[in-house]
């Protein structure tokens, strides 16, 4: 049973360049959420997507969109990159109940230059 | 962004020793979640926790709800080699939200 899947596993990008990370999401898991997390920090929250649509969002600028499609799995669109931006970004899925059980992918890590 | 207050920053300890490691939040939270990473990985989930008071064991590692929900701490018994990693607390806020503490690096020294 796959986990859940992250592509690509790393990125260079230049500032003021768009960004688009990808995340299949664990077998039987309908919602997807996405963390930044910067190098010797926790995972911040960026936002939650189920049924296609965002539905909750944490403390990050509008540079920052993402997209559910209808087989669960989501991408994760970061325009106009900032040096600050470089961070391992990760994408965790789990089952619409409580409690929710996520199961967080390997990330990806992107680097901007 | 909002961070729970998690101490130590690291440990170096010797292999059979056990780890005491916690983590303190001026919020109140409904779940606890204890979290290992290790290089190059996404966080593992080993140890969740739903009730204030309630103490929950997986094999070495016992972890607890604080009774006034602000706070939980995690303990390592007789640690290996293989606990080598950074290990994270994470309160959830509201329904769908993780508030994540800074992680506990733990290194053993040969």
Same mark, same amino acid.
């Given at each position: 049973?796959?986990?859940?899947? #992250?592509?690509?596993?790393?990125?260079?990008?230049?500032?003021?360049?768009?960004?688009?990370?990808?995340?299949?999401?664990?077998?039987?898991?309908?919602?997807?959420?996405?963390? #930044?997390?910067?190098?010797?920090?926790?995972?911040?929250?960026?936002?939650?997507?189920?049924?296609?649509?965002?539905?909750?969002?944490?403390?990050?600028?509008?540079?920052? +969109?993402?997209?559910?499609?209808?087989?669960? +799995? +989501?991408?994760?669109?970061?325009?106009?990159?900032?040096?600050?931006?470089?961070?391992?970004?990760?994408?965790?899925? +789990?089952?619409?109940?409580?409690?929710?059980?996520?199961?967080?992918?390997?990330?990806?890590?992107?680097?901007?230059? | @962004?909002?961070?729970?207050?998690? &101490?130590?920053?690291?440990?170096?300890?010797?292999?059979? !020793?056990?780890?005491?490691?916690? /983590?303190?939040?001026?919020?109140?939270?409904?779940? =606890? %979640? =204890?979290?290992?990473?290790?290089?190059? !990985?996404?966080?593992?989930?080993?140890?969740?926790?739903?009730?204030? @008071?309630?103490?929950?064991?997986?094999?070495?590692?016992?972890?607890?709800?604080?009774?006034?929900?602000?706070?939980?701490?995690?303990?390592? &018994?007789?640690?290996?080699?293989?606990?080598?990693?950074?290990?994270? /607390?994470?309160?959830?806020?509201?329904?769908?939200?993780?508030? =994540?503490?800074?992680?506990?690096? %733990?290194?053993?020294?040969?």
């Amino acid at each position: 049973d796959a986990g859940v899947t #992250q592509s690509p596993t790393h990125l260079i990008k230049t500032r003021g360049q768009q960004v688009t990370l990808r995340c299949s999401p664990k077998s039987g898991h309908d919602t997807v959420s996405w963390y #930044q997390q910067a190098l010797g920090q926790g995972p911040q929250f960026i936002f939650q997507y189920y049924e296609e649509e965002e539905r909750q969002r944490g403390n990050f600028p509008d540079r920052f +969109s993402g997209h559910q499609f209808p087989n669960y +799995s +989501s991408e994760l669109n970061v325009n106009a990159l900032l040096l600050g931006d470089s961070a391992l970004y990760l994408c965790a899925s +789990s089952p619409n109940q409580v409690p929710y059980g996520y199961t967080f992918g390997s990330g990806t890590r992107l680097t901007v230059v | @962004g909002q961070q729970l207050n998690q &101490s130590p920053q690291s440990m170096f300890i010797q292999e059979g !020793e056990d780890v005491s490691m916690n /983590c303190t939040s001026s919020s109140i939270f409904n779940t =606890w %979640l =204890w979290y290992k990473q290790d290089p190059g !990985e996404g966080p593992v989930l080993l140890i969740a926790l739903y009730k204030a @008071g309630e103490l929950t064991s997986n094999g070495r590692l016992t972890a607890q709800f604080g009774i006034t929900r602000k706070d939980s701490f995690l303990n390592i &018994s007789a640690s290996i080699p293989s606990d080598v990693g950074i290990y994270f /607390c994470a309160g959830q806020l509201g329904d769908y939200q993780l508030i =994540w503490g800074a992680g506990t690096k %733990l290194i053993i020294k040969p």
